[in-house]
């Protein structure tokens, strides 16, 4: 059965009737309309009267809640006896997750109002970045959260964000998750809110938040890594939300008052793999999942720059974090960035003291009309290696003919003005040494 199928009248009508942002609420005044908000939450069954607290799942970049949690904690929680319920994110949460947060604000109200008690909250690699920047900046909301628990959440920034936004272009989302962003010196310009439990769990062969684990410590948090607790536990970036020992560490914490404690697990926890799973519907949300998630990074809209912070985060705005501040309004453009150049050479091996010609090319990645990235040939680009110098023509390429004295790696260089330089290595080959026959 689908999964919005789930939801029953009763609890869209209870939703409906609470959800509203209330006038008198804390932080800034939602953007988004509440209609479309109310639509991306879908619950497992009726919260109100529901003798357990409610869990909010919220997924990570380039996924939805189908790839991520369906066959997962939206089956397993409910088996537990926990209502749940996710957030579908806009884009695929591919988009200036300043917009995204606001859905997890409208959800987390909604929740808490339907249920009558504190929620705890899941989130997965981006996900867990909506909720802390929620809880950060929407006063109201850390009252009504008892738990926030993070799966490999980048909150420290991704080295992977950073390598692919200097070389290629990126979406909004993976700007703000690079190390050092405006997003996330923000986000650390005050410690997280008192109220909530924090547990942050990591894995150490984690390849999309890294360095792992680093990058998902958080001060405030239980930082836990999965292999700490099980030694040599296999267990990468997107593994964690099917993974047992994971989910026992969330149920530990949503079962205690503080956060997760690795000690209170049960017996033989490390010898079990994956949690309770819906055995119809699994095999096709991975393959679903991993085919979408490659989908999301190459064909969706990027852009030039980091997306400029909202005026309530904004340190240099004038009305700095004030609550009248409307969410969707920046105080100034994002910063430019220079386009950075590409340098090929040819040959890359050649014999040393002998006189060579080196051919250059000189590239920048610019978009086509439909959105496709191409390499196109930079004209004017300088291009320096073993003291001589050349210029590229109209067509991004040069050539140089010279002699390199000395044997090893020598280094070529590109520049021009107004982008950020590429280099290139050519190997000058030793002479042979002459044989010797007796």
Same mark, same amino acid.
């Given at each position: ?12 009508? =209870?939703?409906?009737?609470?959800? =509203? ?418």
């Amino acid at each position: 059965m689908p999964l919005r199928a789930l939801m029953s009248t009763a609890l869209v009508g =209870a939703l409906a009737a609470v959800g =509203a942002s209330p006038a008198a609420a804390a932080g800034p005044p939602l953007t988004v309309p509440a209609d479309r908000l109310a639509a991306a939450l879908r619950c497992t069954s009726e919260l109100r009267g529901h003798p357990r607290a409610p869990v909010l799942l919220v997924h990570g970049t380039g996924t939805t809640v189908e790839e991520s949690w369906r066959s997962g904690y939206l089956h397993a929680l409910p088996q537990a006896g926990i209502p749940a319920c996710a957030v579908q994110l806009p884009e695929r949460a591919m988009e200036d997750i300043q917009i995204a947060t606001e859905y997890v604000v409208s959800a987390i109200r909604r929740m808490a109002a339907a249920s009558g008690r504190k929620i705890a909250i899941v989130g997965h690699s981006q996900g867990g970045l909506e909720p802390l920047w929620a809880l950060r900046f929407w006063p109201d909301l850390p009252p009504l959260v008892d738990d926030l628990i993070a799966l490999a959440v980048p909150y420290n920034g991704t080295q992977v964000a950073n390598d692919r936004c200097r070389d290629f272009p990126c979406q909004a989302a993976v700007w703000q998750m690079r190390r050092g962003s405006r997003f996330l010196t923000a986000l650390h310009a005050a410690p997280p809110p008192g109220g909530p439990a924090y547990t942050s769990i990591a894995t150490a062969f984690d390849q999309l938040s890294t360095p792992a684990p680093a990058a998902s410590h958080l001060g405030a948090a239980r930082n836990v890594v999965l292999q700490d607790v099980c030694p040599g536990r296999p267990v990468e970036h997107t593994g964690l939300v099917y993974d047992n020992l994971t989910y026992r560490l969330v149920l530990d914490a949503i079962a205690h008052a503080g956060p997760s404690d690795p000690a209170r697990l049960p017996a033989g926890t490390c010898e079990t793999s994956t949690l309770p799973v819906a055995s119809q519907t699994f095999a096709q949300d991975i393959a679903n999942g991993i085919a979408n998630l490659l989908a999301a990074f190459t064909s969706h809209r990027t852009v030039p720059a980091e997306p400029a912070l909202f005026c309530y985060a904004d340190p240099a705005s004038p009305r700095g974090a004030g609550i009248s501040c409307p969410a969707g309004t920046t105080t100034s453009p994002a910063p430019r960035t220079r386009p950075r150049l590409r340098l090929a050479v040819s040959p890359r091996s050649v014999p040393v003291r002998r006189r060579v010609r080196l051919r250059f090319r000189v590239t920048r990645i610019a978009r086509t009309a439909s959105g496709r990235a191409r390499a196109v040939g930079v004209a004017g680009a300088r291009v320096r290696i073993a003291g001589r110098t050349v210029r590229t023509g109209r067509t991004g390429r040069a050539t140089l003919a010279l002699r390199f004295a000395r044997a090893g790696w020598h280094r070529a260089r590109a520049s021009r003005t107004g982008t950020r330089p590429a280099t290139a290595r050519v190997f000058a080959r030793p002479a042979a040494r002459p044989r010797f026959t007796g």
